[in-house]
């Protein structure tokens, strides 16, 4: 089977920056995704990476070691309304994703 | 707004009751998929469909039916749940099965509590 790894929780001060890593076993690798849920809203789309390297987008950065079955997602300047659920999803071979449980991000002031 | 719909957004059901929920996408999209969403635990895929046609049951309890009567209509019927059915159902679309960078839209949810 598929085996996502990533943090349950973390905590951070508004204004700073927080590293969520993602770690995979999968039997196949065709991309990993992450998506932010809010609580009680639906999971949105924030990245996708198929190619060893870093992704920026704004605040938001992934990274992606296919080599050593690693992401993470970096969120800088912390906002009040960062504060979510993160899931990092591997699509392993065909169109299915697999998830990890989430991380959740708390973003004190 | 990510163009996927769902209603209700929260049921509570009797383990005898029968309902649906219901999903619909705004995107033009032709995969549909149900997932279950369990606190603390990763999604799980449910049912996928691909132009009206289901590709994927992925071991679900017959107490769960879906339905797609067009792409972008997706109901799933419940009948005699269990309290541990009791969970977040999320729907989702996508392009088509292609894969790659082809990404999911999720709809926001049915909070479903079966008492």
């Known amino acids: 089977g598929q085996n996502i790894d990533q943090p349950t929780e973390m905590t951070a001060t508004e204004g700073a920056i927080v590293q969520i890593n993602c770690t995979y076993q999968?039997?196949?690798?065709?991309?990993l995704f992450w998506y932010q849920q809010h609580a009680g809203e639906a999971p949105t789309f924030l990245s996708y990476n198929v190619l060893d390297g870093l992704e920026e987008k704004g605040r938001f950065s992934s990274f992606l070691s296919r080599s050593k079955g690693y992401s993470y997602l970096l969120l800088k300047e912390l906002q009040m309304k960062d504060s979510a659920s993160y899931l990092c999803a591997v699509r392993d071979g065909d169109y299915k994703l697999s998830f990890g449980a989430g991380t959740t991000v708390t973003v004190r002031a | 707004e990510t163009g996927v719909t769902q209603t209700p957004r929260h049921l509570v059901m009797g383990m005898t009751n029968k309902k649906s929920l219901k999903c619909e996408q705004h995107l033009g999209h032709n995969a549909m998929y149900w997932y279950k969403q369990s606190a603390k635990k990763p999604l799980e895929l449910m049912f996928v469909y691909n132009f009206k046609e289901q590709t994927e049951n992925n071991s679900v309890p017959s107490r769960f039916s879906p339905e797609c009567p067009n792409s972008s209509h997706l109901f799933l019927h419940l009948h005699t749940l269990q309290p541990e059915d009791s969970a977040l159902y999320l729907c989702a679309s996508s392009q088509d099965l292609a894969g790659g960078p082809d990404t999911q839209y999720f709809g926001p949810g049915t909070r479903l509590t079966v008492l």
């Open positions: 999968t039997s196949g690798f065709n991309g």
